[in-house]
């Protein structure tokens, strides 16, 4: 579903199985048609997904800084990585469980940033894609 068109075609035909008054119908209709557009779709090889691919290896790089070696760049590191999972906490998805846990191994005076698997970057990078949430 790319066009305007699809858009609304789509919109009529979830209208159609709603009850009630037309135009609310044909309203939450349309509502949830742009909405299913809207929604970004993440499949291997598309952009979204060499977007996620390049946040969770520049997350996991970020978790990977180490204190004694890049004493200067570890603040930097820190508060980078401290304000993407707050706002990945707020998501309400799987990723903000997954953010908790991370937070609460998250100390200032730890050897590194973080303590973050490679999957955890992952599934954290895709929603951070899918909600729209730079890095």
């Known amino acids: 579903m790319k066009t305007r068109s699809e858009i609304?075609?789509?919109g009529h035909e979830i209208a159609k199985t709603l009850e009630?008054?037309?135009i609310a119908r044909l309203s939450e209709g349309l509502k949830q048609a742009w909405a299913m557009a809207k929604k970004v779709v993440i499949e291997k090889g598309n952009k979204y997904y060499k977007q996620a691919q390049h946040i969770?290896?520049?997350?996991?790089?970020?978790?990977?800084?180490d204190r004694w070696n890049n004493n200067s760049f570890f603040d930097i590191a820190?508060?980078?990585v401290s304000r993407v999972i707050d706002q990945v906490k707020e998501t309400n998805h799987f990723a903000a469980k997954i953010a908790n846990t991370v937070t609460e191994k998250m100390n200032p005076y730890n050897k590194k940033v973080a303590f973050i698997s490679s999957k955890q970057a992952w599934i954290m990078a895709?929603?951070?894609?899918e909600n729209n949430i730079s890095f």
């Open 8 to 10: 609304m075609k789509k």
């Open 20 to 22: 009630g008054d037309f």
């Open 56 to 65: 969770a290896n520049k997350l996991a790089m970020y978790a990977e800084t």
């Open 78 to 80: 820190f508060e980078e």
């Open 126 to 129: 895709c929603a951070m894609v």
